[in-house]
């Protein structure tokens, strides 16, 4: 899809399809234009109950009389205008309008009191994204039509809407492409794989692009992701992206993924019911990889570093068994009483190397670290750790905006206190149970010190199961506006 911004008379503008707002009792000035020009058809279709104002409802119209587009879509925004509602709305008329080569959208007049910026950003990103569907390996696969050209009807000439529609749908291409990596399967999706990937955005986006493989892991004594790879045949790979947008010398936002490529759970085996679905376990690596290069192509002026670590987590003959004790690239040791618990494992090691090698300004890290997360906030939320009062602000306000939400959850001394383990420095799961979500944070914590830290569990929200099972793509739309909240903050 192409985005552009048209002005004037929009009932004069050839298109394939114009997206039209209607509320429940009372029409927008579009639809105002169409009913005026078809002489009062548009109220005769609202009373008949042919076109609704309830919120959601859309119907197509062809060759509406006074109108030059070949069809118009009415689309019901409710009794009054909500910005939560915008994503639905937008999406269910691109879903019905599909079949048109050009679509123009009027959304701009949909939300009066909304920062039109906002309202077309959005616009955008939801229309990129409206006719997604996961990746898929079928032989017979039908054409998939989506429309070549997506226009939004702006009345004032300013830059900023330009800007704001291209910006929200190469977010829209960062989700989709998130979506796409995260939906691969697991024998294709492999650690070398991932390397490859992250070379490819590198050379695309003009990004700086290392990759370390198991012997460079191994000098740099990066033990625990060492030790979660020690029972699979994939090597395992760390690897790091660059992007130098802001001054020279100012230290960078590092944004830590865990990529386990697949987790069986190890040793201590995951039930075989759904364990299709830990393909997904590198969603935060996935994420992590195109928020550097989304960043990269709206020259934010930031510097940002990305690491990520990619293993597969399997019961091999050379496994990691519980019992075992793990010296992290920290220097501090980790007893291992349950290889399901491995995510924190690897993350554990990439954030001290991220402080050690790159000293920055703050770090987020995403991860499908527990299912305890998914029992707490369901598939609405993310779940939010934060060390820092004003990045978890900063998070609440970037969640608002984005409609990509998270929900703050505790770190206290006490989870730190349930992992003391007789053997090593820490265990990797909690001996009193319960909080599972707080204990792997709290976890992760110990490695982080004073650092300003953010951690999401994104468990519950990285992907659909069921019939519509597939990468949400999330949180790449939170943490793109959390980056835009960290340029603002120090503006």
């Known amino acids: 899809m192409k985005f552009s911004v048209i002005h004037g008379d929009v009932l004069k503008h050839p298109c394939g399809a114009l997206v039209v707002g209607v509320f429940k009792d009372r029409l927008t000035e579009t639809a105002e234009a169409i009913d005026k020009a078809s002489e009062g058809a548009v109220r005769r279709w609202m009373e008949s109950g042919d076109i609704s104002g309830c919120f959601g409802k859309c119907v197509l119209f062809h060759s509406i009389k006074g109108v030059a587009a070949e069809r118009v879509v009415f689309v019901g925004l409710g009794k009054e205008p909500l910005e939560e509602r915008l994503s639905t709305e937008v999406q269910a008329a691109i879903k019905l309008a599909y079949m048109a080569s050009s679509v123009v959208l009027t959304t701009l007049e949909w939300l009066p009191q909304s920062e039109p910026e906002w309202i077309a950003e959005k616009t955008a990103l939801f229309a990129q994204t409206a006719l997604d569907r996961p990746k898929n390996y ?30 929200g749908a190469e977010i829209g291409r960062g ?97 075989a019911k759904t364990m299709d679905e830990m393909k997904y376990d590198m969603s935060g ?8 290069a989304t960043a990269a192509k709206l020259n934010l002026p930031l510097n940002l570093v990305a690491i990520v670590g990619c293993t597969e987590n399997m019961p091999g003959g050379n496994a990691t068994k519980p019992g075992d004790i793990l010296t992290s690239y920290s220097g501090q040791t980790v007893e291992v009483l349950n290889t399901d618990a491995e995510g924190r494992l690897v993350l554990c090691d990439l954030l001290s190397y991220a402080i050690d090698k790159y000293k920055p300004q703050c770090i987020v890290d995403a991860a499908t670290l527990t299912g305890a997360c ?73 490695f982080v010190g004073d650092t300003q830290w953010a951690h999401l569990d994104i468990a519950g929200t990285a992907w659909k199961s069921g019939k519509e099972k597939g990468s949400t793509g999330r949180p790449l739309s939170l943490l793109m506006e959390f980056l835009r909240a960290r340029i603002a903050s120090k503006a």
Not at 150 to 158: A, D, V
Not at 206 to 221: H, I, N, S
Not at 428 to 444: D, I, P, Q, R
Request: a positive charge; hydrophobic letters at 45%.
């Open 285 to 292: 690596a996935a994420v992590m990889l195109y928020a550097i």
């Open 138 to 167: 079928k032989s017979h696969d039908v054409n998939w039509k989506v429309p070549a050209l997506i226009e939004l009807h702006s009345k004032t000439r300013k830059t900023a809407i330009n800007k704001a529609v291209q910006d």
């Open 175 to 271: 989700l989709q492409q998130v979506k796409n990596l995260a939906d691969m399967p697991a024998n294709l999706c492999t650690p070398t794989f991932m390397a490859t990937e992250a070379k490819k955005i590198a050379k695309e986006y003009g990004l700086e692009v290392k990759v370390f493989d198991k012997k460079k892991l191994e000098q740099l004594k990066m033990g625990c992701l060492l030790g979660v790879a020690k029972g699979s045949a994939q090597e395992p790979r760390m690897i790091i992206l660059k992007y130098q947008g802001g001054k020279k010398n100012e230290a960078p936002i590092a944004l830590v993924g865990k990529g386990l490529t697949f987790d069986s759970g190890g040793i201590s085996l995951k039930p």
């Open 374 to 446: 998914v029992v707490a906030l369901g598939n609405v939320f993310s779940g939010l750790f934060c060390t820092d009062d004003d990045i978890s602000n900063q998070f609440w306000l970037a969640s608002r905006k984005s409609f990509d939400g998270c929900w703050r959850l505790p770190l206290h001394k006490a989870y730190r206190d349930a992992m003391k383990s007789n053997f090593a420095d820490l265990a990797n799961v909690s001996m009193a149970g319960g909080a599972g979500a707080c204990t792997a944070a709290e976890f992760l914590a110990a």
